[in-house]
């Protein structure tokens, strides 16, 4: 069974850093892009970036571009995202989802390009 987990949210302040995690069970993450989304109270699911599974081409949201970085580790079978200098306006459920084979596509920030997610960690920077 194909499964995403997410670790890594909490409670942090402002200018604070988070590193979060994804990891894959039931499949072999090495060949897949994978994407982190987030979602806040009130707001839709929106993309935070992407990285993609042959070259490790990243892509970037523009609200995170600077402060955030995604990166992958196939050996341990994980996509991390480092979270620096986080806002209060980045609080939100962040969830990472299977992007397919190889590349992110070119409208990886849609959420209907994906099939699987996983359950989602919080993250909330307040003071």
């Known amino acids: 069974q194909l499964q995403l987990v997410e670790s890594g949210g909490g409670l942090v302040q402002p200018g604070g850093s988070l590193r979060l995690s994804c990891a894959a069970s039931?499949?072999?993450?090495?060949?897949?892009?994978i994407a982190w989304f987030r979602q806040a109270p009130g707001k839709e699911r929106e993309g935070v970036s992407c990285?993609?599974?042959?070259?490790?081409?990243?892509y970037y949201a523009d609200s995170v571009k600077g402060r955030f970085t995604i990166s992958r580790d196939n050996a341990k079978g994980t996509v991390y995202l480092q979270m620096n200098s986080l806002k209060p306006e980045d609080t939100a459920i962040y969830y990472c989802?299977?992007?397919?084979?190889?590349?992110?596509?070119?409208?990886?920030?849609?959420?209907?390009?994906?099939?699987?997610w996983g359950q989602g960690t919080q993250v909330t920077v307040s003071s």
């Open positions: 990285i993609s599974s042959s070259d490790g081409t990243t």
């Open positions: 039931g499949f072999t993450l090495d060949y897949y892009a």
């Open positions: 989802a299977d992007g397919g084979y190889g590349p992110c596509v070119d409208e990886w920030a849609r959420v209907d390009e994906y099939d699987y």
